[in-house]
T-cell receptor, first 114, second 116 residues
Framework: DAGITQSPRHKVTETGTPVTLRCHQTENHRYMYWYRQDPGHGLRLIHYSYGVKDTDKGEVSDGYSVSRSKTEDFLLTLESATSSQTSVYFC?????????????FGQGTRLTVV | AQKVTQAQTEISVVEKEDVTLDCVYETRDTTYYLFWYKQPPSGELVFLIRRNSFDEQNEISGRYSWNFQKSTSSFNFTITASQVVDSAVYFCALSYRETSGSRLTFGEGTQLTVNP
C-alpha cells in the first residue's frame, strides 16, 4: 500500500470556521492532489501540486487554498467553512506527470460543516 | 472538454451473475489513458486497470474483463460470476494532459451491490 496518511479522518466543524486537512506521504512522489467526493459527482479535483511550493487550481477550487512546503506534506485549507463543503476529501499522489501514471489515494477525510 | 459518464448509478445483482459497468468518455485528445478504480465500503480507492488510447485489445484478469471501443468512446468493465466481495463503488477515469502535468477526471461512479 502507498504510504499516504490523511488527518483528521473525521471532523465536524461550524460554519465560518477555518479548517485544515493534512496529507502526508512517505513515497517521495512529486505530484499530490486533493479531491472531494460527493454523490452524483464522483471525485472532483480541488487543487494539485507538481512540486514544493508549486500548486495549481482544479475544477472546484473556490473556497479552498493549499500549501506545500515539503515534498511529503500537502495541506488543504477551508478559510471559512460552508455547509456546501461538507464532503469526503481524498488526497492522492502520483510519481510522474505521464498520462499512464496511476494515482494512489489516501483513506479519505469525512468533513461535516454544521 | 474532458468528460466521463457512468450512467448506471446503482446496480444490484445476485451472487454468480455476470455484471457489466458502463463507461463513456469524451475527449478531443488523441493520446489519453482510461482507468478503473474500485472503492470498497472501507472507503479507499484501489487502482484496477489502465488502458491507453492506442490499445483496443480487451483485457482479462481473472473474473474481471474490460472492453475498450474507441468507435463508441466506451470502456466497459465486466465482472463474471460476481461475488459479495465485489460490492463497491466503481469509478471510471480519463487521464489527460494539462500544462503542468496530467490530470484525472472521474465519472460519477456506479454502486454495485452483490447479494448472496
Amino acid at each position: 500500500d502507498a504510504g499516504i496518511t490523511q488527518s483528521p479522518r473525521h471532523k465536524v466543524t461550524e460554519t465560518g470556521t477555518p479548517v485544515t486537512l493534512r496529507c502526508h506521504q512517505t513515497e517521495n512522489h512529486r505530484y499530490m492532489y486533493w479531491y472531494r467526493q460527493d454523490p452524483g459527482h464522483g471525485l472532483r479535483l480541488i487543487h494539485y501540486s507538481y512540486g514544493v511550493k508549486d500548486t495549481d487550481k482544479g475544477e472546484v477550487s473556490d473556497g479552498y487554498s493549499v500549501s506545500r512546503s515539503k515534498t511529503e506534506d500537502f495541506l488543504l485549507t477551508l478559510e471559512s467553512a460552508t455547509s456546501s463543503q461538507t464532503s469526503v476529501y481524498f488526497c492522492a499522489i502520483s510519481q510522474s506527470w505521464a498520462l499512464n501514471t496511476e494515482a494512489f489515494f489516501g483513506q479519505g477525510t469525512r468533513l461535516t460543516v454544521v | 472538454a474532458q468528460k466521463v459518464t457512468q450512467a448506471q448509478t446503482e446496480i444490484s445483482v445476485v451472487e454468480k451473475e455476470d455484471v457489466t459497468l458502463d463507461c463513456v468518455y469524451e475527449t478531443r485528445d488523441t493520446t489519453y489513458y482510461l482507468f478503473w478504480y474500485k472503492q470498497p465500503p472501507s472507503g479507499e480507492l484501489v487502482f484496477l486497470i489502465r488502458r491507453n488510447s492506442f490499445d483496443e485489445q480487451n483485457e482479462i484478469s481473472g473474473r474481471y474483463s474490460w472492453n475498450f471501443q474507441k468507435s463508441t468512446s466506451s470502456f466497459n468493465f465486466t465482472i463474471t460470476a460476481s461475488q459479495v466481495v465485489d460490492s463497491a463503488v466503481y469509478f471510471c477515469a480519463l487521464s489527460y494532459r494539462e500544462t503542468s502535468g496530467s490530470r484525472l477526471t472521474f465519472g460519477e461512479g456506479t454502486q454495485l451491490t452483490v447479494n448472496p
